[in-house]
């Protein structure tokens, strides 16, 4: 492992380019996480998938799936929620995965137009999970493309920052309305035992730990008393039905209120 990320959990992202990998050797060397493409846009699958979800399981790494947002595409394409439907149907997360995330960094459509897209994908892809998934982006893109939008501070940040992408960690700033960044991916040009090419490398940061980026976490005690299931609900839509009554929860009331005019949250308690 690099001396300069010592003390923190390290990861990799691959797709099809590195389907050679072996999840062993990258265990051995120092891996505790990774993410894999799943698919791109509406039609795209990445042949890897499967085999990168097999090896990782069986090597024991956390692994998570992730999507290539294609908002640039033609006009009859462009429709997250076709897209998020395609993500989800091919990378099936189920508990113990690490969270789903929206790959952002494409072009092609105004910051309003790009923003409600982004919001679109995610709401769609939080409803089948009950949490709120991973939003991976790089500094440049949020705050040229998508104007420093500050709307998405509640979705976890993985974010890819690498100074002069030597390898080395090089220090990383907030963007939008994020208080923190989950993820940092600080090179892609990593070498590690278990792949002969150059790999992006992730870092865990200072302040979050693993099972919050892991899909059905235990909740905290603080909250465990409330029982299930509470559901937001507009105009007889069930919009959303959460494991638990947390702040989350309430901030996608707030949400949905805003655009259409009002919610109803119903649900149970059970005191401990």
């Not at 959990?9 to 072996?22: F, P, T, W, Y």
């Not at 090419?197 to 409330?226: E, I």
């Amino acid at each position: 492992m690099p001396p300069s990320v010592t003390g923190t959990l390290l990861g990799i992202d691959v797709s099809g380019h590195q389907a050679s990998i072996s999840w062993k050797a990258v265990k051995r060397a120092g891996i505790s996480f990774g993410w894999v493409k799943a698919t791109e846009g509406q039609t795209f699958v990445d042949a890897s998938y499967e085999r990168h979800r097999k090896e990782a399981r069986r090597a024991g790494v956390p692994l998570g799936a992730y999507h290539f947002a294609r908002p640039d595409t033609n006009v009859s394409n462009r429709d997250p929620v076709a897209e998020a439907d395609s993500f989800l149907a091919v990378a099936q997360p189920h508990e113990g995965d690490l969270l789903p995330v929206l790959d952002l960094e494409t072009p092609g459509l105004s910051p309003a137009q790009l923003g409600r897209w982004a919001k679109a994908w995610l709401r769609r892809v939080e409803r089948a999970i009950g949490q709120p998934p991973i939003l991976y982006t790089f500094p440049s893109y949020w705050t040229d493309r998508m104007g420093n939008s500050t709307a998405f501070g509640r979705y976890p940040l993985w974010l890819a920052s690498y100074g002069p992408d030597d390898g080395r960690v090089h220090p990383v700033r907030k963007v939008g309305g994020w208080t923190s960044i989950a993820v940092h991916q600080y090179t892609s040009k990593g070498r590690i035992e278990g792949f002969s090419g150059p790999l992006d490398l992730n870092r865990l940061m200072r302040g979050t730990k693993l099972g919050q980026l892991t899909l059905g976490a235990t909740p905290p005690l603080a909250v465990t008393r409330f029982g299930q299931p509470w559901r937001i609900v507009a105009r007889d839509e069930v919009l959303h039905e959460g494991r638990r009554l947390d702040s989350g929860f309430l901030e996608r009331a707030r949400d949905e209120a805003r655009g259409r005019g009002s919610v109803t949250i119903r649900g149970t308690r059970r005191d401990r």
